[in-house]
C-alpha cells in the first residue's frame, strides 16, 4: 500500500460550517502567525541551524522552538525581538516588512551646498536630487522630471 501525500479536495458541510465560523480578523492573524513562522524556519535554514542549534542559540527549549514553527504561536514583542536579535536582524525583516534592495551601488557623494536644509546627492553620473526632491539637473541645463 502506498501512502499518497497529495492533496486532495474535500466538499463536506461541517468544514464548511467551520469555516464560515471564522471572522476575517481572525484568518488575518493566522495568515501573519503563519507567516513569522515561516520568516523564523527561513532564517534558521539560511544559518544551517536545526531547531536544537537555534535554542541554544536564542535560549529556549527545543520544544518552544517547535511551537513557534507550528503557525499557532502568539508572539510577544519581547519574544520576536529577542528572535530577531539572535539573528542579528531588525524586528522588521522578521516580520516580513519591505526592505529596498540594493542591486547596484557604486558610490555615492554627499556634499553641503551651505545651506543648512539642502543636502545634495550626486552620483558618479553627475546626476542627482536633494533630500526635498528639488531637481539637480536645472543647474546642469536639463529639464527636471521632478515637480
Known amino acids: 500500500m502506498t501512502k499518497s ?4 479536495n474535500h466538499n463536506s ?4 460550517d467551520v469555516l464560515d465560523e471564522i ?3 481572525e484568518m488575518e492573524q493566522t ?3 503563519m507567516q513569522i513562522a515561516a520568516r523564523i524556519e527561513d532564517f534558521m535554514k539560511a544559518r544551517n541551524w536545526s ?17 513557534w514553527l507550528s503557525g499557532t504561536q502568539n508572539f510577544t514583542i519581547d519574544v520576536l525581538t529577542q528572535i530577531a536579535s539572535t539573528f542579528g536582524i531588525e524586528l522588521a525583516a522578521l516580520l516580513g ?4 534592495q540594493v542591486i547596484y551601488r557604486k558610490e555615492i557623494f554627499v556634499k553641503s551646498m551651505g545651506v543648512s536644509n539642502s543636502i545634495q546627492l550626486t552620483t558618479p553620473y ?9 531637481s539637480l539637473l536645472k543647474s546642469q541645463g536639463m529639464k527636471s522630471t521632478h515637480p
Open 5 to 8: 501525500t497529495k492533496a486532495r
Open 13 to 16: 458541510s461541517k468544514f464548511q
Open 23 to 25: 471572522t476575517p480578523l
Open 31 to 33: 495568515k501573519v502567525k
Open 51 to 67: 531547531k536544537s542549534q537555534f535554542a541554544a542559540n536564542v535560549g529556549k527549549n527545543p520544544s518552544e522552538i517547535t511551537k
Open 97 to 100: 516588512g519591505k526592505q529596498i
Open 126 to 134: 553627475d546626476e542627482g536630487i536633494d533630500v526635498y526632491e528639488a
